[in-house]
C-alpha cells in the first residue's frame, strides 16, 4: 500500500503560480514513476506530467509544456509540480498517482495508487 497526501492547491489570479506537493509513505521502494493528473467538473481526468522515479525524466501533456514543471525529492519521496501562467483552464482538482511497473505515463489505469486531490481555481 502506498499513501500519498497532496497539498498546494489554492485560489489564484489568471497569471499566478502555485505550487503543488504530494508526500508518500508506505511501501514506496521499486516506485517506477509518479504522475500529476487533473479533473475539472463534468470532465475526464486528463494528464498533466510524469516524472520517471529513478532517472527523473520527465514527461507533460501538451497544454502545459512550458508552464509546468514537475520534480521529485527522492530523499523526501515527494513529487511537486510548479506551475506558472495559470489560466483559468487550468481550473481542476489535481491529483497525484503513483505506480510500481512501466506503462503509458499518460494513462490514469496505469497507476495503482492516487491521492485525495487539491482543489486548483484560477480566476480570470
Known amino acids: 500500500q502506498v499513501q500519498l497526501v497532496e497539498s498546494g492547491g489554492g485560489l489564484v489570479q489568471a497569471g499566478g503560480s502555485l505550487r503543488l506537493s504530494c508526500a508518500a509513505s508506505?511501501?514506496?521502494?521499486?516506485?517506477?514513476?509518479r504522475g500529476w493528473f487533473r479533473q475539472a467538473p463534468g470532465k475526464e481526468r486528463e494528464f498533466v506530467a510524469a516524472?520517471?522515479?529513478?532517472?527523473?525524466?520527465?514527461y507533460y501533456a501538451d497544454s502545459v509544456k512550458g508552464r509546468f514543471t514537475i520534480s521529485r525529492d527522492i530523499a523526501k519521496d515527494t513529487v511537486y509540480l510548479q506551475m506558472n501562467s495559470l489560466q483559468p483552464e487550468d481550473t481542476a482538482v489535481y491529483y497525484c498517482?503513483?505506480?510500481?511497473?512501466?506503462?503509458?505515463?499518460?494513462?490514469?489505469?496505469?497507476?495503482?495508487?492516487w491521492g485525495q486531490g487539491t482543489q486548483v481555481t484560477v480566476s480570470s
Open positions: 498517482a503513483h505506480r510500481y511497473y512501466s506503462g503509458s505515463y499518460s494513462h490514469p489505469n496505469e497507476y495503482s495508487y
Open positions: 508506505g511501501r514506496t521502494f521499486s516506485t517506477n514513476a
Open positions: 516524472v520517471r522515479w529513478s532517472v527523473g525524466s520527465t
